[in-house]
């Protein structure tokens, strides 16, 4: 597959390991994964490439996750951005939700969940984007097939 025909992921947490082994689960998925270890490094990163989702620590030095998520949809609107969460916070989780977050994960996160989100925030991020037909998503997320599967019909749509 190539480059282009990948769905970009911009992974943001400073925790390292935790950083790599999702990385790893993604790219051997055929994602393309871009994982930077601080908020301003991800603003580089959406500037430099057009990112489809964004997954995003709440808690991490220097921009925290709130911050990121808000310089993150300016430089993007159609960006979709997911904030992963160590620790509950309803508040800044709440006020992630006023700033355009899609939605939450709590870490460490399932991988069947976490595909679950993508494929949900990449439909949105689509139709948004798009103004694709609503039947038309429709009809490939009804497929018998696997996420993957799923999420790479979904983007043939965003490259036609
Ligand atoms: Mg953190």
Redesign the pocket.
């Known amino acids: 597959m190539s480059k282009k025909e990948k769905i970009n992921i911009l992974i943001v947490?400073?925790?390292e390991d935790?950083l790599k082994s999702i990385s790893k689960s993604l790219e051997v998925r055929d994602f393309n994964v871009i994982a930077v270890n601080r908020g301003e490094k991800a603003i580089t990163a959406a500037r430099e490439n057009l990112i489809d989702i964004a997954l995003v620590?709440?808690?991490?030095?220097g921009m925290n996750?709130e911050e990121t998520l808000l310089a993150l949809k300016k430089e993007n609107q159609w960006m979709e951005v997911v904030i992963?969460t160590?620790h509950g916070t309803i508040e800044s989780a709440l006020s992630c939700k006023e700033g355009g977050a899609y939605s939450f994960l709590q870490k460490p996160c399932e991988l069947d969940i976490l595909l679950e989100t993508l494929v949900k925030a990449y439909k949105t991020r689509l139709m948004n984007r798009k103004k694709v037909d609503a039947e038309k998503i429709k009809e490939i997320l009804n497929i018998e097939a696997s996420p993957w599967e799923i999420l790479r019909r979904l983007k043939e749509i965003d490259s036609e």
């Open positions: 947490d400073d925790e935790f620590d709440l808690k991490m030095p996750g992963l160590g």
